[in-house]
């Protein structure tokens, strides 16, 4: 039931761009994308909605194919900072508002 | 200030012995999870509630119980039934469409 997020990993020299993508096999309500670093909470990038509302930080972008039940995280000229691992985390329309359920993640290195 | 927080920090469990892990959140949040996190198993769903008196499984509740009483808390108990249950153990709480928050976690050895 968990989606499905590619690459595993990514390592990234400062100012690169990177593309991490999320796959439900179920038709979703919403997307989420979370960044964790090791041993900490995972932090709130983008929510993403059914009927395409979208809520998060101004320097992430996100899409969220309805149709193909697919989300991207698109990072552009990657930071130091934005190392850690990301999840998409996702909501079915039956368990809309309750069951989040959340990928294996994506872990990405940037390197000076 | 707002937020969710877990205790204790570290637990350490002996063999065949239930522990219970504490999760409270003062956000007025309808919506409370427990995540369990391996290496490279990502964040993977135990017990979930959306209202004070009900929750349902997630896909990997054996071993595992939970109690909602009040809105404000939502602890984990982990039985002597789980046969692995080392691991770092993730609270959240959500309200709507809106994102989750995240307590800074309980990390669960068994010694």
């Known amino acids: 039931q968990q989606p499905v997020q590619s690459p595993q990993a990514v390592i990234l020299r400062e100012g690169e761009d990177a593309v991490i993508n999320c796959s439900s096999s179920k038709a979703l309500y919403s997307v989420h994308w979370y960044r964790q670093k090791h041993g900490e909470a995972p932090v709130f990038l983008m929510i993403l909605l059914k009927g395409g509302e979208q809520k998060g930080h101004e320097k992430i972008s996100a899409s969220f194919n309805e149709k193909k039940q697919q989300s991207s995280l698109y990072l552009t000229a990657s930071q130091l900072s934005y190392s850690g691992t990301y999840f998409c985390?996702?909501?079915?329309?039956?368990?809309?508002?309750?069951?989040?359920?959340f990928g294996k993640g994506t872990k990405l290195s940037v390197k000076p | 200030d707002g937020g969710i927080t877990q205790s204790p920090k570290y637990l350490f469990r002996k063999e065949g012995q239930n522990v219970t892990l504490s999760c409270e959140q003062n956000l007025n949040h309808d919506a409370m999870y427990w995540y369990r996190q391996d290496p490279g198993q990502g964040l993977r769903l135990i017990y979930y509630?959306?209202?004070?008196?009900?929750?349902q499984k997630g896909d990997i509740a054996e071993g595992y119980s939970v109690s909602r009483e009040k809105k404000e808390s939502f602890p984990l108990t982990v039985t002597s039934a789980q046969k692995n249950p080392t691991a770092f153990y993730l609270c959240?709480?959500?309200?709507?469409?809106?994102?989750?928050?995240f307590g800074q976690g309980t990390r669960l050895t068994v010694v």
């Open positions: 509630s959306q209202i004070v008196n009900d929750f």
């Open positions: 985390g996702t909501e079915t329309p039956e368990g809309s508002q309750g069951n989040l359920i």
């Open positions: 959240a709480s959500k309200t709507g469409p809106l994102e989750a928050f």
